[in-house]
């Protein structure tokens, strides 16, 4: 669970720790006074948006940092998983971002990736805000819900497997079923660049090969003079004996006192060793010609002429060349035999379709078990959140035939009738806006009992609510919070004398700037705050006398909830 959170520099907040406990932490204050900064701060730490607009004017870097506890068995394995080792069950994160827009993300101190943060964030909080109640407007997320309450993975990641097979069958069959003149023109100019190729007769390392000879060729008269001195110095000349000469008498006059000193012996063999590799050299010396032929230059020249002219089309080099001219007739082959390859191709299509098809059932039959378990769980939930009439059905669109998609077979949408004798109709149509978040507050009740997220965000998940509904949401985030830490940012008094800890957030001026404060409510200051929201800035003993009476109904509330667990 979350236990700190730290924020500097963000927005109006300049700097403020707040301290949550397990149970129900309740935010409260006027709008606009920084409680979904709070919230915004929180989803940056966790890996989400960190715009720089939320950088507090005047100063160069944000920085949100977050203590968590009571670390699941699931975040203790994902933290392992990078070499990260929590320190008396609890991890560090922090995350901080610059007015230029750049971000560094910590964990426990170490640098790591933002995706790595996002990663290990998801698994530590959950987010609920209110435009998680204009999701349910998009009937392209209600398969997305459905597919969470099954749980069931490795089906879907069958589905997508034999899908995507049956999808690049029909890409490649595609590619192959081009226009016939297009087809005739494709296949002439590979006839051309292969026959172009072909003549030229490359060899790999060719073009290496001759730009050295050329080099030499050019050069051939300095080379020869170059040569013509190293022998002469080398094996001597008309005017005197060459180097060699001078190194056998040194190995005879070694060799004349071997019997007397046998490090003069040794050298003489050491040098006699040398001697051997400089006959060597200076035989090789000898031997070489160097020849400035005109009509040989000119063979080169004309032959890096025509690997130029390639170059431009095929490749930097003679390698390059070489498989483009394979790659060219591997194309030409798949073209010319293209009814033979799209007749295998279709019977490939056909298998991996009924495959696909096959996959698609078993997860649309899955699918259908889930959704009728779904409907009953949140139709159980709706009427304990003030909707007794309401009927919540999972409508899948039937079709004639079965149509593969991305992700199966089925379409459909989330239907809903809230009273007694109208037929279910698409969400979207007839659910106002506290329908729809009692609806979300009861879908994101029935998944969560899935997962092991310990703490559990509502960001004003009241839009729309008032009376007697308000108070029932207001009981089940209290029920929510007995087994997990709830955040709930609020503008009812419901849900905030329902809180085990409330925080005021408040805004104040000073030297012409804006702060925002957050304050750990006491009894006495739950009270006043209840007795504001109910009744305003003008507070009577009335209102805090209405106030006292929500704050033992909901003690009550807890402590009977506590009776029954």
Known sequence: MLE???????AVIESADIQFLPGMNVLTGETGAGKSIIIDSLGALLGGKASRDLVRTGTSRACV???????????QEALAAQGITPEEDSVILQREFSAEGRSVCRINSRPVALALLRQVGELLVSING????QQLLRESSHLDFVDRYAADADLLTAYRDAYRRFKGIEAEMSSLRIDEAEKERRIDMLRYQIRQLEEAKLREGEDEELEAKRKTVQHAQRLSDAASSADRWLNGGEDGEGALSQVKQTIAVLRSCANYSDEMA???EELQSLCYDLEDVAERIADMRFAGDDAELDRIESRLDTLDKLRKRYGPTVADMLAHLSHAKEELDSMEYASDRLAQLEAERKTAGRAAVAAGRRLSERRREAAHALE????????????PRARFHVHFIPSEKPTLGKDGLDKLCFYISVNAGEEPKPLAKVASGGELSRVMLA????????????????????????????????????????????MCVTHLSQLAAMADRQLRIRKTESDGRTFTLVEVLSEEGREQELARINNGEHITEIALAGAREMRRAAEEFKANRQENL
């Open 443 to 486: 879908i994101r009740n029935v998944l969560s009992d899935g997962d092991e997220v310990p703490t559990l965000i509502f960001d004003e998940v009241d839009a729309g609510l008032s009376g007697r509904a308000a108070g029932k949401v207001a009981e089940k985030l209290a029920t929510l919070a007995a087994s997990r830490q709830v």
């Open 65 to 75: 940092t977050g203590v968590f506890a009571a670390l699941s068995p699931t975040v």
């Open 4 to 10: 700190l959170l730290h924020i500097e520099n963000v």
């Open 266 to 268: 040794d050298l003489g």
């Open 130 to 133: 209110q435009h998680d109640s």
């Open 376 to 387: 009953t769980q949140i139709n159980a939930e709706l009427a304990y959140l003030d909707m």
